[in-house]
Nanobody
């Protein structure tokens, strides 16, 4: 499966952005998919994930601000980001894999397929 992330940009603190990740090649609904982010000088970290049954998982730092969703008809993963903070600034990556257990959804090594990343910059 090929993943194409988009929707990043520059936004002021308190603003919103919606990231999209379009999948091609396989039926996305059969995959566990997730968003990760990597800030300069930091390791890539889990942001949010959604299982094949549409169960969602969030990092504590984004809970109640970000919402992950998937449109199976469009084969697209989304990340709605509200109340953005400067510390949310990072390159955001989408990832997918057909065989991730719920206990491993948080680990980037669990995912075989990755999008190219989209930059999100939040100004204070």
């Amino acid at each position: 499966v090929q993943l194409q992330a988009s929707g990043g940009g520059l936004v002021q603190a308190g603003g919103s952005l919606r990231l999209s990740c379009a999948a091609s090649g396989r039926t996305f609904s059969r995959y566990v998919s997730a968003w990760f982010r990597q800030a300069p000088g930091k390791e890539r970290e889990f942001v949010a994930g959604i299982s094949w049954s549409s169960g969602t998982h969030y990092a504590d730092s984004v809970k109640d601000r970000f919402t992950v969703s998937r449109d199976d008809a469009k084969n697209t993963l989304y990340l709605q980001m509200n109340s953005l903070k400067p510390e949310d600034t990072a390159v955001y990556y989408c990832a997918a894999d057909p065989a991730v257990s719920s206990g491993h959804i948080y680990y980037n090594r669990s995912y075989k397929y990755w999008g190219q990343g989209t930059q999100v910059t939040v100004s204070s």
